[in-house]
Nanobody, 118 residues
Framework: QVQLVESGGGLVQAGGSLRLSCAAS????????MAWYRQAPGKQRERVAT???????NYADSVKGRFTISRDNAKNTMYLQMNSLKPEDTAVYYC????????????WGQGTQVTVSS
């Protein structure tokens, strides 16, 4: 059974930083590229950052240069360092395996709320 537990969210002022963590079950973490997704109120869930098994990364244009994704394969844990946060980064953040089509993912953890005040 897939288990995904996100943590580290909170309320921060614009320009601030947060570090999110994701604890994932071994099966999904070992075999797959992983990604961080987010969903803002009234918007579709979108992928913001991806990290492959060997550490290669990719970012959405909206977060490039501000967010850094990383993973610790020994701990089955993934991170998202978010700097220079903007109000438009406000969303619930989720981790999961990488999928090209986000809608094809059927299981999600509870997510962690990130709120950026202006």
């Amino acid at each position: 059974q897939v288990q995904l537990v996100e943590s580290g969210g909170g309320l921060v002022q614009a320009g601030g930083s947060l570090r999110l963590s994701c604890a994932a079950s071994g099966s999904i973490f070992r075999l797959n590229a992983m990604a961080w997704y987010r969903q803002a109120p009234g918007k579709q869930r979108e992928r913001v950052a991806t990290v492959t098994r060997n550490g290669s990364t990719n970012y959405a244009d909206s977060v490039k240069g501000r967010f850094t994704i990383s993973r610790d394969n020994a701990k089955n844990t993934m991170y998202l360092q978010m700097n220079s946060l903007k109000p438009e980064d406000t969303a619930v953040y989720y981790c999961n395996e990488f999928r090209v089509v986000v809608r094809s993912i059927t299981y999600w953890g509870q997510g962690t709320q990130v709120t950026v005040s202006s």
